[in-house]
């Protein structure tokens, strides 16, 4: 059983008002991102979710298998271990921390712990071999006993068609503290003052500038001071991106000859595809020249602004 002495349990009726109540709080899936552990999600994307009004119910196939596997992942770990868990309804509120929520997967009978359940990819196999785990699911199991006050957090995954795997991550007191500290930070000076965190060059930061950076005043010129290694080092990245993108395009292309007609292709670890796809595009310059008027009816004006760098 839990120690949930500093914890308040609410009981959340359905997916919408989960999502709702998420918006009030970090949550274990956001910590990794907080950190800047999770390669999947960003800092920035935690803040826009946190910080706008719209509820985000981005989902995708992986997702769905995840949640669908679940009850499987829980079954196979008390198989595996002896250990009886059971679910819970509540979302976890810390009372010292209540900027911190869990929604955890499962308790565990009898011990002061918890089971996160996961369930991966065979592709990603080799992240969790020889008892490795991927660090943003270790800060997620950190985030889960810092709210809960449990002494361990199981983490049980299927890797799909290939193994399944768990691993006890016992807890960690300084681990845990440096996380608290990192998500109050981030909470109280960014969350709450309205103020984002540095870009990090994710989708979300892209589409964040985008978004409040989108029409430019004309002719307005700036002096700018204390970029020139910043901007040194996009000149030198802008050569390896070149060097690197034409090493992969050779890469590619060898493998293409070697298919010649073929649509798939197995190697070791590997399926290539190269289908064929038809497409129908509306030929403009033809409409704009026999059909100007419809063209100019039709025509949408979208204004972007393009970013260059270039040696003076």
């Known amino acids: 059983m839990m120690n949930i002495g500093n914890v308040e349990k609410v009981y959340v009726k359905d997916k919408n008002e989960w999502l709702e109540q998420r918006k009030h709080g970090i949550g274990g899936s956001d910590a990794g ?3 800047g552990l999770n390669p999947y999600t960003s800092a920035m994307k935690v803040y826009l979710d946190k910080t706008t009004d719209g509820i985000d119910e981005y989902d995708n196939e992986a997702m769905r298998q995840g949640r669908d596997l679940e009850e499987y992942v829980a079954q196979r770990f008390s198989e595996e271990t002896g250990k009886k868990v059971r679910r819970t309804s509540f979302m976890y509120l810390n009372k010292d921390y209540p900027f911190m929520f869990a929604n955890v997967d499962r308790i565990i009978a009898g011990e002061n712990a918890g089971l996160e359940c996961k369930t991966a990819s065979a592709y990603s196999a080799s992240q969790w071999e020889n ?9 997620q199991c950190n985030h889960y006993m810092a709210v809960t006050g449990a002494d361990r957090w199981y983490l049980a995954v299927v890797i799909l068609g290939k193994a399944f795997r768990y691993v006890c991550i016992e807890r960690d007191e300084k681990v845990i503290a440096d996380l608290i500290s990192i998500e109050e930070r981030f909470w109280k000076n960014n969350v709450l003052q309205c103020i984002p965190p540095d870009p ?5 930061s892209e589409q ?10 004309a002719g307005k010129e700036l002096i700018l001071s204390g970029y020139d290694q910043d901007l040194k080092r996009h000149d030198e990245l802008e050569g390896l991106i070149n060097k690197l993108e034409k090493e ?16 798939t292709a ?11 796809y038809d497409q129908e595009r509306l030929d403009t310059k033809k409409l704009k020249t026999e059909q100007p008027d419809v063209y100019d009816n039709y025509l949408k004006k979208i204004s972007t602004r393009r970013f260059t760098i270039k040696v003076a």
Do not use: F, R
Not at 200 to 204: F, H, I, K, N, P
């Open 248 to 263: 992969k395009k050779t890469i590619e292309e060898k493998i293409k000859i070697s298919m010649d007609d073929a649509e």
């Open 131 to 139: 008892g490795n785990v991927p660090a943003h699911y270790i800060i």
């Open 200 to 204: 990090d060059g994710s989708d979300a």
């Open 33 to 35: 991102a907080i950190c």
């Open 208 to 217: 964040y500038l985008k978004t409040m950076y989108n029409k430019t005043t």
């Open 266 to 276: 197995y190697a070791d670890k590997y399926v290539i595809s190269w289908k064929q």
